[in-house]
């Protein structure tokens, strides 16, 4: 498994923005880190897990709907930390965010299905209105 760990997750007012970063614990070649299938995940209070983005091994990534045109996921394969650029911040984007990976490539349906084996422990991002 990988550990992971997030962080720059806070309070913003709606139209704001964050970044959110995912380390990785332990060291990797930067050509391994790359192969690694990665994204981020986010959980309301009182709704189900949902896929935000994916990044594959060679940078080509896919997003939820509602967060396209706004969110940027990015990954630097050198630092071995995973990034979630988001803007245009609303309240229904808040949510416990969490980044997954898998040393595998990625599938289409990952955003949907979530099948990662490394998961962090989440960072809350809170969007006021």
């Known amino acids: 498994q990988v550990r992971l760990v997030e962080s720059g997750g806070g309070s913003v007012q709606a139209g704001g923005s964050l970044r959110l970063s995912c380390a990785t614990l332990?060291?990797?070649?930067?050509?391994?880190?790359?192969?690694?299938?990665m994204g981020w995940f986010r959980q309301a209070p009182g709704k189900e897990r949902e896929g935000v983005a994916i990044i594959d091994s060679i940078g080509s990534t896919s997003y939820a709907d509602s967060v396209k045109g706004r969110f940027t996921i990015s990954k630097d394969n050198a630092k071995n930390t995973l990034y979630l650029q988001m803007n245009s911040l609303k309240p229904e984007d808040t949510a416990l965010y969490y980044c997954?990976?898998?040393?595998?490539?990625?599938?289409?349906?990952?955003?949907?299905?979530?099948?990662?084996?490394?998961w962090g422990q989440g960072t809350q991002v809170t969007v006021s209105s």
């Open positions: 332990g060291t990797y070649s930067s050509y391994t880190y790359s192969s690694f299938c």
């Open positions: 997954a990976a898998d040393r595998r490539q990625c599938i289409g349906s990952d955003l949907t299905d979530a099948d990662f084996r490394s």
